[in-house]
């Protein structure tokens, strides 16, 4: 899953990002009406299913880009959405939708956002299958708009989310694996579908073209940046879920940012003997419990925490950064507003309750 | 897998439908050369495990039928097909590969055309991403024509070979399934894309529209009289693999034309006494060596083969039917073979064997 690694790291909402979304009320109801709409156009006997994923809890965070992306004006709050900005948001929502029901396959998730998973619901074969449904659906309403850029753009983006995920896949459970390895996933996995929603809205509204290659950009950093941010809640997250969380991480094999951290201080502090780095990977790699709670104190011991947050940090900046030749225009100023937020959640996170 | 259950159920072609391939000699070596180049396009990690699925041993059916249902005349077998329809035979391809790897996964199968599949070779997990990234490619090359018409016929027809085959995977075992459920699911999962082959050559030959429809029906025709044909020669193709696929295909629960033919040839005579239909049907998914032979032996007995081989043919010639007010056309007359050489197929089968 390209936004975090179970249901239960999807966390709630701070109220600043609810500020900014808070405009978007009559485009989200927009967006469900719509979506709701698209159920008909599946076979009579894979609707269900298809309802099934199309649930109204999830955040919804690659439509709020294409719609911010696409923001006009304050007027736009009342006015809602053209059609082809619904109909865009749909095609990244269904996309992302149809990336979570294959990944809980391969995850063996059993509980997303509460409920049970599409994989534990109908089995892993039908949600194979549910998800390249999800995913034909959504390539085809790309095709409906006067050119075949949109549906150009989107199957380029599927391909590289899938990339992303793949060699994610390839990569798990290898101690050969460098910070350009993650960031080169992050940046297929999650951030190209964030790229390309903004890239869509500032399109699709008509934008110059010098904003909506801005816009994408931007998109695209700022979801490097939640994919860390991301990651880092994993460790640094509710306490209940700390060990837990973990040890999941480390079963499943999936290198984060963190650990690479915390590789590149135990390392360097020769804290592990004479073994290198790889070495020293493979053993936390197979290790099993208490040793994910050493592991924890170390990170907040080696400040792995504060090194973590900088990356992030790094990250909203250079996408503030994008924005900022453009701050006249409404969307640019919306958008930036995202990052405000993610540096809010950031800061919301715990690294003492690891010591 | 649309077409067949197995590798081992992949039969050679005879020599008939050799003569009219030979006809695509040029045009498939190009096809060839297109999709070699096509796996520049993907990301470096993921080249491998495409090349691994772009094997020239398949049949390439469905390219076959793009080139031939856009065939312009006798010229053409030294000059070579457009771009477009090379474009687009690639475009079948990849979606019919896509749809293997996925099958495979499900279907546990280890083997396909002597080769590992590529579950077996590169995981499960990295299969699913590995389809849809075909699928996805399959998608953007779609979107290389001057309008949306192409993309959008086959997302469409994606979207239906994936409901045919989430509608047979969640029928899978079910005593409840009847002659119009299994003529939906093979119209869906292997006579929709036979159909948008035979739609997109015609169409992209610039043929009037309405010998287009027609090539179009003629290859949903022929569709479902390939597949009934392959599930006949599941159970009476070459007797090394008779009993072992009939146990395969009923330990699967996938339950295809021969064997509803023997329920209704049982319920008819009473063979099972006073149980019903879904009764019988649930006895034998449930029952384990030795019934396969018994039941093979039923089906000789009760004249099951000669009714598929029937089946079969009343698709051949309504498929004839519709290229009939064409006939002066070269492309109506080459499709028209395909008829003759599915009948020689089907004539090639051993019913005798099963006695």
């Known amino acids: 899953m390209p936004d975090s690694k179970s249901s239960t790291t999807e966390r709630a909402l701070p109220p600043s990002f609810a500020s900014v979304f808070?405009?978007?009320?009559?485009?989200?109801?927009?967006?469900?009406?719509?979506?709701?709409?698209?159920?008909a156009a599946f076979e009579p006997e894979i609707r269900d299913l298809a309802d099934y994923c199309i649930d109204t809890s999830g955040k919804r965070i690659r439509p709020s880009l294409v719609f911010l992306?696409?923001?006009?004006?304050?007027?736009?709050?009342?006015?809602?959405?053209?059609?082809?900005?619904?109909?865009?948001?749909?095609?990244?929502?269904?996309?992302?939708l149809a990336t979570l029901v294959h990944d809980d396959i391969m995850d063996g998730a059993l509980v997303r956002r509460n409920r049970s998973t599409a994989a534990r619901e109908y089995g892993p074969e039908a949600s194979v299958l549910l998800g390249d449904a999800l995913f034909s659906h959504a390539l085809k309403l790309s095709t409906q708009f006067p050119t075949t850029e949109v549906c150009a753009a989107v199957a380029d983006s599927m391909k590289k989310v899938c990339a992303g995920e793949i060699v994610q896949t390839l990569r798990r459970g290898s101690a050969n694996i460098s910070h350009a390895d993650y960031r080169r996933i992050i940046d297929l996995k999650t951030a190209e579908l964030f790229r390309l929603s903004c890239f869509l809205g500032a399109r699709l509204a008509g934008g110059a073209p010098e904003f909506v290659a801005a816009a994408a950009e931007f998109g695209r950093r700022l979801g490097v940046a939640y994919q860390i941010y991301d990651?880092?809640?994993?460790?640094?997250?509710?306490?209940?879920?700390i060990g837990k969380t973990l040890g999941t991480d480390l079963a499943s094999g999936k290198i984060t940012l963190p650990l690479l951290v915390l590789l590149d201080r135990l390392s360097a502090g020769g804290a592990n003997g004479a073994g290198g780095r790889s070495e020293l990977l493979a053993e936390i790699l197979h290790e099993r419990e208490p040793q994910p709670a050493l592991r924890l104190r170390q990170m907040a011991e080696l400040g792995v925490f504060p090194a973590v947050a900088d990356a992030v940090e790094d990250e909203l900046r250079a996408a503030e950064q994008e924005l900022a030749p453009h701050a006249d225009q409404s969307a640019a100023a919306l958008l930036g507003r995202l990052c405000e937020v993610l540096?809010?959640?950031?800061g919301g996170l715990r690294p003492a309750e690891a010591s």
């Open 231 to 241: 990651d880092l809640a994993d460790f640094f997250g509710d306490e209940h879920r």
């Open 69 to 96: 992306g696409g923001w006009t004006g304050d007027a736009d709050a009342e006015r809602g959405p053209s059609a082809e900005l619904v109909r865009v948001a749909a095609v990244v929502e269904l996309v992302h």
């Open 22 to 39: 808070a405009l978007l009320k009559t485009h989200m109801a927009r967006l469900d009406v719509y979506l709701r709409e698209q159920l």
């Open 343 to 346: 540096r809010g959640q950031v």
